[in-house]
């Protein structure tokens, strides 16, 4: 069974930064695309950069410039650096992954980690 598990969220101020780290487990053939989602309390879940297993990436207009997506395919594992922290930036960020297992081709996501961006 395939598992993603996120760590790397928390309270920051703004203009701090954080690191989430999202690493794939369990048993499969190859990961595609890989990102970071986030919903604030009230909107909809929205995407906010992907990586492909190429490693061209993706990122929404309000985070260009100040995060940055990245992985490192030998561990499995999809990063997601952010500065510049604003406080519209507090979210659940959710990871996800399009794997490769026996039954096909699904798409995974992880359980979600807060960040919080407040004085």
């Known amino acids: 069974q395939v598992q993603l598990v996120e760590s790397g969220g928390g309270l920051v101020q703004p203009g701090g930064s954080l690191r989430l780290s999202c690493a794939v487990s369990g048993i499969f053939f190859s990961i595609y695309g890989m990102g970071w989602y986030r919903q604030a309390p009230g909107k909809q879940r929205e995407l906010v950069a992907d990586i492909t297993s190429d490693y061209s990436t993706n990122y929404v207009d309000s985070v260009k410039g100040r995060f940055t997506i990245s992985r490192d395919n030998a561990k499995n594992t999809v990063y997601l650096q952010m500065n510049s922290l604003k406080p519209e930036d507090t979210a659940v960020y959710y990871c996800?992954?399009?794997?490769?297992?026996?039954?096909?081709?699904?798409?995974?996501w992880g359980q979600g980690t807060q960040v919080t961006v407040s004085l």
């Open positions: 996800n992954a399009r794997i490769v297992v026996a039954a096909g081709e699904h798409n995974y």
